[in-house]
């Protein structure tokens, strides 16, 4: 009992955290103590601790030699490195899926949420509910990854999806975002046409695909990052993207 209280928290502390950060609550280069992290969470020094080493290990923290952690700093060249990567791991997560084969129930569950987008697409042509289509996007390339039959696969696609601008997400969850609906209506041509090659075990054509399709997350970043001022306004985790 003891043992789930404790990861429970390192969790609340992972989530408290990365929020802060991704918030700009925590300004770059600012120093995160565990003192001060724990009194301002309202949790103990312990699963803070954890939580910290865990974040550095996503690299979403580095360690500084006075003591504590600072929100890491990236290029834009580490940023659009970090979201081919993702390309390169779901397009070999969807190659294995179309090799392996898939069990009937896993592609029923993925194509279900395709269905689901495209009510969320069809539903207001000229501004659909970005919200309600972040959570559905999440969970096709969460239910995507895990099509492979890989743990290794699946595992390294969290760890890189966890860093913010890597995310499949990006750019999509937030008030006055500049993604237009035909950047949707692609998304989702690219969604059914993975899960339809995936189906057809045509392994190189997934791939392919996954791989094209996470390149809209660059263009969006790319985009994004061009608003400037009002960019770190709408998005405050790109505070941590050295132009």
């Known amino acids: 009992m003891s043992y789930n209280k404790d990861a429970a928290q390192t ?3 992972l989530a408290g ?5 991704l918030r700009g609550d925590v300004e770059p280069g600012e120093r995160l103590s565990e003192p001060g992290l724990a009194e301002r969470l309202g949790i103990s020094r312990t699963p ?13 923290l580095e360690r500084v030699p006075s ?11 580490e940023a659009i490195d970090a979201i081919e990567l993702r390309g390169v791991l779901e397009g070999t997560a969807a190659r294995l899926a179309a090799e392996r084969g898939v069990e009937p129930r896993r592609m029923i569950a993925i194509n279900r949420v395709l269905d689901g987008i495209d009510a969320v697409i069809a539903s207001d042509t000229a ?9 559905l996007n999440a969970e096709f390339h969460a239910l ?14 969290d760890r890189i999806t966890r860093l913010p601008f890597a995310s499949p997400s990006a750019f999509l969850d937030k008030p006055g975002s500049t993604v237009v609906p035909h950047s949707l209506v692609l998304a989702q041509a690219q969604h059914r046409a993975m899960v339809e090659a995936i ?6 054509r997934a791939e392919a695909v996954a791989r094209e399709h996470a390149r809209l997350a660059r263009r969006n970043l790319e985009q994004v990052m061009e608003g400037g001022s009002d960019a770190l306004r709408r998005f405050p985790a790109l505070a941590l993207v050295a132009c």
């Open 11 to 13: 969790v609340r502390a």
């Open 17 to 21: 955290i990365r929020d802060l950060i």
């Open 48 to 60: 803070i601790r954890a939580a910290l080493a865990r974040l550095e290990q996503e690299g979403l």
């Open 67 to 77: 003591g504590g952690h600072i929100p890491r700093r990236f290029t834009m060249d």
């Open 127 to 135: 501004n659909p509910p970005l919200d309600r289509y972040t959570a």
């Open 144 to 157: 995507l990854s895990g099509l492979s039959g890989s743990e290794t696969i699946e595992r390294e696609i």
């Open 199 to 204: 189906s057809l075990r045509e392994g190189a």
